[in-house]
């Protein structure tokens, strides 16, 4: 069975600072991967994707995520974080042979302070 | 409509009663999905409907949790004789591409 974890449930940034969220998941064979992100009453937001190809993937606010099938791993990165990055961060895989069924992890909180 | 609307947007029920939470997909969108996310926990996958093929009931809890869809478009996730337990954030997803998800923004339901 697919299982996602995140390691760190909390983590705390200065804002300008760099940013790394990991993410590590069991599955059979390569799964499409998924970061998405949680504000305070907001709805879950795609930063980005991958499916195949290039392992290092450009998405949204600045965020990229590389994925590393020797470690089972798609972590997420920010070079310099925002105060507005402050949010809930979740990795998600998806199975190659489903049309759509995600599984989370249980998710990152993000703090940012000045 | 633009999004995906759920409605209520919160709820408040005394344990043991029914409830009933609706998602409005995006015009078009084949695919629906159910999440259930609980304080402090990623999302729970609870049920899927694609098209016209039988829905993937597989992440539903109990028997207590059930869905429609009707006319491929509206859904209505009921949970009979509610638990406290059965307190979370209900999300619904809909998608017209592979793993194309738009979520809305939930449905509150706590369980007294």
């Known amino acids: 069975a697919q299982s996602v974890t995140q390691p760190d449930i909390h983590i705390t940034v200065s804002e300008g600072a760099s940013l790394e969220l990991r993410c590590n998941y069991s599955?059979?064979?390569?799964?499409?991967l998924f970061w998405y992100v949680q504000s305070p009453g907001q709805g879950l937001q795609l930063l980005l994707k991958y499916f195949s190809g290039d392992t290092l993937v450009q998405g949204i606010k600045g965020f990229e995520a590389e994925f590393k099938r020797s470690q089972s791993s798609f972590n997420l990165r920010k070079p310099s974080v925002h105060w507005s990055d402050a949010a809930e961060y979740f990795c998600a895989v998806g199975a190659t042979d489903s049309w759509g069924k995600l599984q989370f992890g249980a998710g990152t909180q993000v703090v940012v302070t000045p | 409509g633009a999004g995906v609307s759920q409605s209520p947007s919160n709820k408040v029920t005394e344990k043991g009663k029914d409830v009933e939470l609706r998602c409005d997909p995006i015009?078009?969108?084949?695919?629906l999905y159910w999440y259930r996310q609980s304080l402090g926990q990623g999302l729970e996958f609870l049920i899927y409907f694609q098209g016209n093929s039988a829905p993937d009931k597989s992440g539903l809890p109990s028997d207590r949790f059930s869905a429609e869809r009707t006319g491929g478009s509206v859904s209505t996730l009921t949970i009979q004789r509610t638990q406290q337990e059965d307190s979370a954030v209900y999300l619904c997803?809909?998608?017209?591409?592979?793993?194309?998800?738009?979520f809305g923004s939930g449905t509150r339901l706590t369980v007294v």
């Open positions: 997803a809909s998608s017209l591409v592979h793993y194309g998800y738009t």
């Open positions: 015009s078009g969108h084949t695919a």
């Open positions: 599955y059979g064979a390569t799964p499409y």
